[in-house]
């Protein structure tokens, strides 16, 4: 009987040299990583009774576009932004964030850059990359394919959390323009660039102003800087992340039960992307707000006397914001007129 040769992790498809380089470099930007766990100090004397709030999410299939068009720069800010803006809803602080990214095999170069744009989305959100885990997994994924996830912790003051308790008939519903699909609807959105139009990610299209990669690797934006300012100035009721779902199934979620939200559809200005994939799929209206964010990527309840207020502040401050409607009575449901 032959003498089997002994075999090693590396025969079985995981580096675990390559592995220990990606964290080598890593460290060098990020001199706190490499431990069993992060430690992060909640700063006494600023809290009184303080509550954490986390959350937890993913790109989705937006990172099929990344690697077909080899763009790996903006995924790590979609990353942190999908958490971090549902923290602030309840007003919270976000504080800190952790990432996982797995492939079944790891890319020194892509991992970085990767990290570059967690970073990058860590700082406009104000909070700090504690730690995360990359793992190498042979047969897990496709070659050159990989899957993010992320979760962030915020802190918020108890009495200060905001619940949509308190919204009623009369108030208005502040929309904080989106920078276009975010991190939502890419399944429908892949299926008509790629499959009904047969384009590719290099195309320049007339219509959006730019390439097929660069309309839909726009990163998500971040409005924690904007939200947390508005609370300074203004009385916040409620607050709406709007992701899969839309407007109808994300604003719905913070409601009071005898409350509806009554939305002006047209009351914004809606990047070209919407109107492409509209005419180009087809796709008719109802789905478009099912999954999509149309234009708008944050909602704020706000009294109707501080609605205008609001408005001029936000677009003050660097973020676009409209009148989008008013509540009503009803029974917690988002209609679009």
């Not at 930007?29 to 006494?44: E, S, T």
């Not at 800190?96 to 990290?115: S, W």
């Not at 789905?287 to 408005?311: C, D, H």
Request: aromatic share 6%; with cysteine.
């Amino acid at each position: 009987m032959p003498v089997r040769r002994p075999i090693t992790y590396s025969d079985a498809g995981h580096d675990l040299d390559r592995s220990d380089r990606i964290v080598a470099r890593l460290k060098r930007r990020l001199p706190d990583i490499g431990g069993f766990g992060g430690i992060f100090p909640l700063p006494k004397g600023r809290w009184k009774e303080p509550v954490l709030v986390s959350g937890t999410d993913g790109v989705g299939t937006k990172l099929l576009v990344a690697i077909k068009a080899n763009r790996h720069d903006t995924v790590g800010i979609d990353l942190v932004a999908m958490v971090v803006n549902d923290i602030v809803t309840l007003g919270a602080q976000p504080v800190f964030f952790l990432d996982y990214i797995a492939a079944g095999k790891l890319d020194p170069k892509v991992i970085e850059t990767i990290i570059t744009g967690i970073v990058e989305g860590c700082k406009q959100a104000g909070c700090r990359l504690l730690g995360g885990e990359t793992a190498e997994m042979p047969g897990m994924y496709p070659k050159g394919h990989y899957d993010l996830a992320g979760f962030g912790v915020g802190v918020a003051e108890r009495k200060a959390l905001v619940e949509g308790k308190t919204i009623r008939p009369g108030d208005v519903v502040i929309g904080l323009e989106s920078s276009g699909l975010h991190s939502n609807g890419y399944s429908l959105a892949r299926a008509v660039v790629f499959e009904r139009c047969g384009l590719t990610v290099g195309r320049r299209v007339a219509r959006l102003g730019s390439t097929v990669a660069d309309a839909l690797l726009t990163p998500t934006r971040i409005y924690v800087p904007v939200v947390l300012n508005l609370m300074r100035h203004f009385e916040i009721k409620g607050m709406a992340n709007i992701t899969g779902g839309g407007l109808p199934g994300n604003l719905n979620r913070v409601l009071p039960p005898n409350c509806d939200a009554r939305i002006a559809a047209h009351s914004w200005p809606r990047p070209p992307i919407f109107g492409f994939l509209q005419q180009n799929g087809p796709v008719e209206e109802p789905e478009m707000f099912r999954a999509f964010n149309m234009g708008i990527g944050y909602t704020l309840v706000v009294p109707a006397s501080q609605a205008s207020a609001v408005v001029r502040h936000s677009a003050k401050i660097g973020f676009p914001a409209h009148a989008i409607g008013r509540i009503v009575r009803g029974s917690a449901v988002v209609r679009l007129v």
